[in-house]
């Protein structure tokens, strides 16, 4: 710290790219962020913890179509289940999970699809995905949610667009 | 020195430390054991039932392993080293030794309530103790004194520094001292969320006296505490890597200035980052989330001041034992010291850990790891190496320099800490891939019906990795306990204090004061948690039940 020393000019040449480093990493990620549209989840109002099977939209779980391409997953989570646990849609679709828990804390976590929230009593969660590839897509709770936490999942399964036009029809696999 | 270097009798100090040291290896021993049986789980092996009478499931057993090693071994060891730290450097009593066995008396009698329910299979929430999982009352207030505890030591800390003061009003404090002192002033600012958490929500709630909670203020409160605690472990870890590893190394401290520069940055920004542990959390908006990742990049500026600090300093004392060249100075160090080479093994691990930690703080990354493995295999790194073989290493000379014993083994601490090091490489990498392949975290893998293919070529190495630290601790505990009772060579041995290259009398005066800083730190506080906490606890109806769902 003393001017004109060697050890000064030591701790200079480090502390200037000890800036440089982490202020060109945090650039990046805002660049990123903004630039491929990243959303974490924010702030989508609360349901009532005591009367989340009361409350629409998760009175009636289930996928809904809401648009060409657009699906809404109405989700609830209790200890140990989701409902729905089997999510059905064409390939090429955008869906937005509205997720909420009726007991503790659970998470919603669909790792091939970047979706990773809590589900927080109290809270209406709020995420949205695209599904481009056929396939199934596993998801799990992912937070610690009493002694049968590891038995909780589901899964999304992604049918090629054009069976899934058929799909009324079919009796499901 | 104003005084005649006619140095106090610092025996009661000295047992003191060796208190804390006891109740914190004892918890350590127990919270490793219980690992054991979590990494053979994942690969298949399942020994639960052999430990039925006791443990009652995995997750009874993940939630003493956690509370014990995060919680309660580090809290103790930390409470014991930085009070010998602090009377040794400062050469005087502390303050008030009646007050510093009451402290310790208060933090046991805290641990042994909150072990009851802990122990009984009644609070099985792990160490995060998020609501409406609801545990036994005296789990939470069991926790809550030892917190209180925490603050008495801190008042010992500064009654000890201010009595050295009025002797000695224009020396600056000796870097040992200043550091322990810095680290428990942090230390307190940071726990009044868990603070606020617990005599505000989880008590009253447990105790029956409330009917609901909510969640989501109780995250916000907790992870208020929960980010900066990891400082709370670590800045001991890092007072032994400036202050006594140079010396241990054949060296000195590069810069003494560069020391308390980083640790006044740690004072400041270690508490307005908890939100990076909740980017995934709804509620909190997003504006809010993006500025608690700024401040957690911030706080890795700090860090790479300590690794430069620490590595030069290596470098010096390798050189000053004939070493020469870029790296190959790096051979020459004390390698045969078990002390030293616990530490710079952690050193390794760590800088792993801490590039891990930033890819948490990137809320884009974040999404892809949050709550998976990943998380595991990154705070066994950290808490788990660079804290705990650490202070591992501190225990090779601290624990004869207690005893008055030699150390019984130093092969067997060499083993130990090269078992550790290359145990732990494996076990967290293995946890690092599996997160990213999408493994969840506090998981009972074994038993999970959706075990990806994937994932089944790493999940061996999990159980390979976590037997060879099992098999380490033992080898710890053994040598310790040998030392203690079976060695009979009487130890010489002077606390290793080192000198510094660049001392403090070239650090600006600015860094020996203490308002500007505090005043920063509760500024940048009231900035990053103020409006969201305020909205929360004025718009939130705290209506949400308990539940025992274990």
Sequence with gaps: ?173 | MTEADAAPDLTPENRLTAAYLVVALVSLFVGVSLGLFQALEHAGIDLYPWLLPIIKSYYHGLSLHGVLNVLVFTTFFISGFLQFITARSLRIPLWNRGLAWATFWLMTGGLILAAVPLVGNAATVLFTFYPPMKAHWAFYVGLTLVVVATWLVTLTLVCTYRAWRARNPEVRTPLPAWMALVTFVMWTIASLGLAAEMLFMMIPWSLGMVAGTDALVARVLFWYTGHPIVYFWLLPAYISWYTLVPRQAGGKLFSDPLARVSFLLFLVLSTPVGFHHQFTDPGIGQGWKLLHAFFTFGVFFPSLLTFFSIVASLENGGRARGGRGWVAWFGKLPWGDPSLAAQVLSMILFAFGGIGGLINASFTMNLVIHNTAWIVGHFHLTVGTAVALTFMGITYWLVPFLTGHQLWSRRLGLAQAWLWFIGMAIMSHAQHRLGLMGMPRRTMIGAAPYVQPEWRSLLPFVAIGGTMLFVSAMLYFANMLLTAVASREAAVIEVPFAEALSGPEHAPVILDRWRPWLVLAVALIAIAYGPTIIRLVTTTPFTTPGFRVW
């Design chain 1, 1 to 173: 710290m003393r001017r004109g020393t060697t050890i000064y000019l030591y701790e200079l040449f480090w502390i200037l790219p000890s800036i440089a480093i982490p202020v060109g990493m945090l650039v990046a990620l805002v660049v990123f962020t903004f630039g491929a549209g990243v959303h974490l989840p924010g702030d989508h109002g609360r349901v009532e913890p005591t009367a989340v099977l009361a409350t629409p939209p998760f009175d009636q779980p289930g996928t809904v179509q809401v648009g060409p391409g657009q699906y809404e997953v109405r989700m609830v989570s209790g200890i140990w289940s989701f409902a729905p646990n089997e999510i059905r849609v064409p390939a090429g679709s955008t869906v937005t999970f509205v997720a909420a828990s009726r007991d503790v804390l659970h998470g919603l976590f669909i790792p091939r699809a970047n979706v990773n929230v809590m589900l927080i009593p109290g809270q209406v969660a709020h995420v949205t995905t695209r599904f481009d590839r056929p396939g199934e897509y596993p998801f799990f709770c992912h937070e610690y949610c009493g002694i049968a936490h590891h038995t909780m999942w589901g899964k999304v399964i992604v049918e090629p667009a054009s069976k899934a036009d058929r799909h009324d029809g079919d009796s499901a696999s």
